[in-house]
């Protein structure tokens, strides 16, 4: 289980609203939001968290 202090982009909860973010500003593919999410945070989420 993560530690809830490393504050990745990938805190439970957090993901859903930095995608829907994501997709506010312009429509994206999948792929394109993982890259993106991967850029703003530095780690890219897996391809089925998206």
Same mark, same amino acid.
């Given at each position: %289980? !993560?530690?809830?202090?490393?504050?990745?982009?990938?805190? !439970? #909860? %957090?993901?859903?609203?930095?995608?829907?973010?994501?997709?506010?500003?312009?429509?994206?593919? #999948?792929? &394109?939001?993982?890259?993106?999410?991967?850029?703003? &945070? #530095?780690?890219?989420?897996?391809? #089925?968290?998206?």
């Amino acid at each position: %289980m !993560r530690n809830s202090d490393e504050g990745s982009c990938c805190d !439970r #909860g %957090m993901l859903g609203f930095l995608i829907l973010y994501l997709l506010s500003k312009k429509p994206m593919h #999948g792929h &394109e939001i993982s890259n993106e999410i991967s850029q703003r &945070e #530095g780690e890219k989420p897996s391809p #089925g968290t998206i």
